[in-house]
């Protein structure tokens, strides 16, 4: 228990360096701190990174990737496309018609 109180009790300052004083202290170039703290621009680099690898994955591939980074939710799932349906046009021709109106109301 004794070992642990004086753990945790603080030391006394010692009398030391006097923080407050010049002596000592390196000055700063307010011109060299501007051009570590200036922001670069990684526009060109990553360009040529970019257009260095153009191995492009196949649609299948991309697709499943897409599905599997989607979300549960309703929201996060895109529309679904229905496909048009092509107007359907009829099986029977003008002289299949014209037949049929003979036949049926005997019009010659």
């Known amino acids: 228990r004794a070992a642990g109180a004086a ?8 009398p030391g360096r006097n923080k ?9 170039s307010a011109i060299e701190e501007y051009h570590k703290k200036k922001p670069v621009n990684h526009l060109r680099e990553n360009l040529q990174y970019m ?3 153009r191995l492009v994955a196949d649609k299948a591939v991309t ?3 897409l599905a599997q ?3 549960r ?3 996060d799932q895109p529309p679904e496309k229905t496909e048009k349906k092509k ?3 009829t099986v029977f021709t003008e002289e299949d018609f014209r037949k049929f109106e003979r036949e049926y109301f005997g019009i010659p």
């Open 7 to 14: 753990r945790r009790r603080r030391r006394a300052p010692e």
């Open 87 to 89: 107007p359907e046009g």
């Open 63 to 65: 697709e499943q990737v």
């Open 73 to 75: 939710k309703s929201k």
């Open 69 to 71: 980074n989607r979300g």
């Open 20 to 28: 407050a004083t010049v002596k000592g202290r390196v000055v700063k």
């Open 51 to 53: 257009l260095k690898g």
